[in-house]
């Protein structure tokens, strides 16, 4: 029967094509909606631009997610407490052993640090408190219930 | 037999992906003892290496994929292509687009994301020639009677999903995403989630072809199973992607889902297990000699990749897995292992069909060789890369530094074992593109002993 074959297969990719469409939805939407989130200030906007234009995910993640040559710096700023920031600048603006200095200018390093510090506040990692279930998941600290 | 000139563009994909591979391989060696030695060629800076490395093998597994593709639908399936012009128009956008990214790297311009760091300007001659090759595809395979085997369906799928990585790999672009970080990088995620499924379905979609080819039935392409199994593959594309970003604060529904959609796989993973012993019969037979042993590379590379990405999905190992070593271990060992012997696999079987006379197009000894050095060169990669990656995840002290210093002997290894895996993927990579060359432009005399039975 390729007749019923062909209204099953329209049945099934149909569905899985309506659920891919509701689920980005959610995805893009309510899925990922941090209501704790900070604002983003418009130095840190022009620091994120910082960040890309140096290419700074090369070797360094947030969350994770990035190279692995340097270290991850979602919480760099708080890292080094109260004198997160100035930390930070320096070792943007001179570089280490390890780390080139890649030659910013003052106000680039300003806006990158401001961008490092509203992603400092965006949440943890790696989480600290945190718990896993039997059944091999993790709830966080910063989750979003 | 000679190619046909409408034939020659999906070899020169093919040609072109290994020039892409042969290359990108010794950036990534280069970048390797960059994370070692930072001072190794300093001016040339992991900025400008990482990238240069990753887009030029992600290009290799695209552009032969795609250049299989080209091939194999008009010569083999008899299936005229819509438009030899778009795929010709495809080629030559792809070779200055990927010039012009090269380019931009090395000069220091960067788009600055993940996997496309290179200006998002770029992307317009790729998206666009992409959407051409969309159109050609559909419109060639349309001429099919009768249901697809179930390659049509992957490589389309393949097709439709870049397309969708694209569009959302750059929804950054718009403030109400760029500005709140959990949407930013769960959205990027969902987008690369899109993007490995897509070069997945096009490289499966090859196995099967090759694979139906060589057995002379189509069972693996018209089964109950093969669709099944295509179907699960879709699914976890779609789906399953949220275990790349299990530590970001989003929903907690989207991470439980991801949990249990990539634990699906071990269907897959079973399946493998209960047809490992015919399959290991079946590579007995020797006339796609070459073929056949990338082939079963693959599938036992398949398994230990699959292994391993069973484990690093559940969110309480991924704990410690995450943003170490051992993610690079999942991606460059499903990407060498798996994706880029099935590719090598489709390479020569195609030499062996186009050059029936030349010997060294069924087995030869020095693609053996290159063979066995680039297969045991990659387990040695493999496994210094999960432990330098264990030794990141366990650690717990304060210090990048210390921690750099106490998993160095295994990046030593890693960076070490990278330099025999080129050279064994470049002794492979010669041998293929001087055959391919010889389907393309056939020289009449050269015809020598057997090197290997």
């Given at each position: 029967?390729?007749?019923?074959?062909?209204?099953?297969?329209?049945?099934?990719?149909?569905?899985?094509?309506?659920?891919?469409?509701?689920?980005?939805?959610?995805?893009?939407?309510?899925?990922?909606?941090?209501?704790?989130?900070?604002?983003?200030?418009?130095?840190?906007?022009?620091?994120?631009?910082?960040?890309?234009?140096?290419?700074?995910?090369?070797?360094?993640?947030?969350?994770?997610?990035?190279?692995?040559?340097?270290?991850?710096?979602?919480?760099?700023?708080?890292?080094?407490?109260?004198?997160?920031?100035?930390?930070?600048?320096?070792?943007?603006?001179?570089?280490?052993?390890?780390?080139?200095?890649?030659?910013?200018?003052?106000?680039?390093?300003?806006?990158?640090?401001?961008?490092?510090?509203?992603?400092?506040?965006?949440?943890?990692?790696?989480?600290?408190?945190?718990?896993?279930?039997?059944?091999?998941?993790?709830?966080?600290?910063?989750?979003?219930? | 037999?000679?190619?046909?000139?409408?034939?020659?563009?999906?070899?020169?994909?093919?040609?072109?992906?290994?020039?892409?591979?042969?290359?990108?391989?010794?950036?990534?060696?280069?970048?390797?003892?960059?994370?070692?030695f930072p001072e190794f060629l300093r001016e040339l800076l992991f900025t400008k290496t990482r990238p240069i490395h990753v887009s030029m093998v992600v290009s290799w597994i695209f552009l032969v994929a795609i250049g299989g593709i080209y091939f194999y639908l008009p010569r083999q399936q008899k299936l005229k292509l819509w438009s030899p012009n778009a795929a010709?128009?495809?080629?030559?956008?792809?070779?200055?687009?990927?010039?012009?990214?090269?380019?931009?790297?090395?000069?220091?311009?960067?788009?600055?994301?993940?996997?496309?760091?290179?200006?998002?300007?770029?992307?317009?001659?790729?998206?666009?020639?992409?959407?051409?090759?969309?159109?050609?595809?559909?419109?060639?395979?349309?001429?099919?009677?009768?249901?697809?085997?179930?390659?049509?369906?992957?490589?389309?799928?393949?097709?439709?999903?870049?397309?969708?990585?694209?569009?959302?790999?750059?929804?950054?672009?718009?403030?109400?995403?760029?500005?709140?970080?959990?949407?930013?990088?769960?959205?990027?995620?969902?987008?690369?989630?899109?993007l490995t499924g897509s070069w997945n379905m096009l490289v499966y979609g090859t196995a099967i072809y090759v694979a139906t080819r060589i057995a002379g039935n189509q069972d693996a392409a018209r089964s109950k199973m093969a669709y099944s199994l295509y179907f699960l593959g879709l699914f976890n594309l779609i789906f399953g992607w949220a275990h790349h970003t299990?530590?970001?604060?989003?929903?907690?529904?989207?991470?439980?889902?991801?949990?249990?959609?990539?634990?699906?796989?071990?269907?897959?993973?079973?399946?493998?297990l209960w047809d490992w012993r015919s399959s290991l019969s079946e590579y007995q037979k020797n006339r796609h000699c070459n073929a056949y042993r990338f082939m079963f590379a693959a599938d036992i590379w398949v398994f230990i990749n699959l292994v391993l990405a069973l484990i690093i999905s559940v969110p309480a190992f991924n704990l410690i897995t995450h943003g170490?070593?051992?993610?690079?271990?999942?991606?460059?060992?499903?990407?060498?292992?798996?994706?880029?012997?099935?590719?090598?696999?489709?390479?020569?079987?195609?030499?062996?069909?186009?050059?029936?006379?030349?010997?060294?197009?069924?087995?030869?000894?020095?693609?053996?060789?290159?063979?066995?050095?680039?297969?045991?060169?990659?387990?040695?990669?493999?496994?210094?890369?999960?432990?330098?990656?264990?030794?990141?995840?366990?650690?717990?002290?304060?210090?990048?530094?210390?921690?750099?210093?106490?998993?160095?002997?295994?990046?030593?290894?890693?960076?070490?074992?990278?330099?025999?895996?080129?050279?064994?993927?470049?002794?492979?990579?010669?041998?293929?593109?001087?055959?391919?060359?010889?389907?393309?432009?056939?020289?009449?005399?050269?015809?020598?002993?057997?090197?290997?039975?």
């Open positions: 029967m390729p007749g019923d074959q062909r209204i099953n297969n329209r049945l099934v990719f149909g569905t899985l094509f309506v659920s891919f469409i509701f689920y980005s939805a959610y995805v893009y939407t309510a899925g990922t909606e941090a209501a704790h989130l900070p604002q983003m200030s418009e130095e840190a906007s022009r620091g994120q631009h910082v960040f890309q234009k140096y290419n700074c995910v090369a070797c360094h993640q947030f969350y994770g997610l990035g190279g692995y040559m340097g270290p991850d710096l979602t919480n760099v700023i708080s890292k080094y407490g109260a004198a997160g920031e100035t930390v930070a600048a320096t070792f943007i603006a001179s570089g280490t052993a390890t780390m080139p200095n890649l030659g910013l200018d003052p106000t680039e390093v300003q806006d990158v640090v401001a961008y490092l510090s509203f992603v400092n506040q965006t949440g943890t990692y790696p989480p600290k408190n945190y718990e896993v279930t039997w059944y091999g998941t993790v709830r966080q600290e910063d989750d979003p219930q | 037999m000679i190619a046909r000139d409408r034939d020659l563009v999906g070899l020169n994909f093919i040609r072109l992906g290994m020039l892409s591979l042969g290359v990108g391989m010794f950036f990534g060696v280069i970048g390797g003892f960059q994370f070692l010709r128009i495809h080629f030559w956008v792809f070779i200055v687009t990927g010039l012009a990214i090269l380019f931009s790297y090395l000069t220091g311009q960067f788009g600055g994301r993940e996997y496309f760091e290179f200006p998002a300007a770029l992307s317009i001659p790729i998206f666009l020639t992409w959407i051409l090759f969309g159109v050609n595809y559909f419109n060639t395979v349309r001429q099919q009677k009768g249901p697809w085997p179930v390659y049509y369906w992957m490589w389309g799928t393949g097709v439709v999903f870049f397309f969708i990585t694209f569009c959302e790999a750059y929804l950054w672009l718009i403030p109400y995403f760029r500005e709140s970080m959990v949407r930013e990088i769960i959205v990027q995620w969902k987008s690369y989630g899109a299990y530590l970001v604060p989003s929903q907690t529904w989207i991470r439980l889902f991801a949990y249990a959609v990539s634990m699906t796989e071990l269907f897959i993973l079973g399946k493998i170490t070593h051992i993610t690079v271990a999942h991606a460059m060992g499903s990407t060498i292992g798996i994706n880029s012997m099935i590719l090598l696999s489709s390479v020569f079987y195609i030499i062996r069909e186009e050059l029936p006379q030349n010997v060294h197009a069924s087995c030869s000894k020095q693609v053996m060789t290159g063979f066995w050095v680039a297969n045991i060169s990659l387990a040695v990669f493999f496994l210094a890369l999960v432990m330098a990656g264990l030794g990141r995840g366990l650690y717990d002290g304060a210090s990048f530094q210390e921690m750099a210093t106490q998993i160095r002997p295994f990046m030593m290894v890693f960076a070490v074992s990278g330099i025999t895996l080129m050279l064994g993927f470049w002794v492979v990579l010669w041998n293929a593109f001087r055959l391919i060359g010889e389907i393309i432009t056939p020289v009449s005399s050269e015809q020598t002993q057997p090197e290997l039975a």
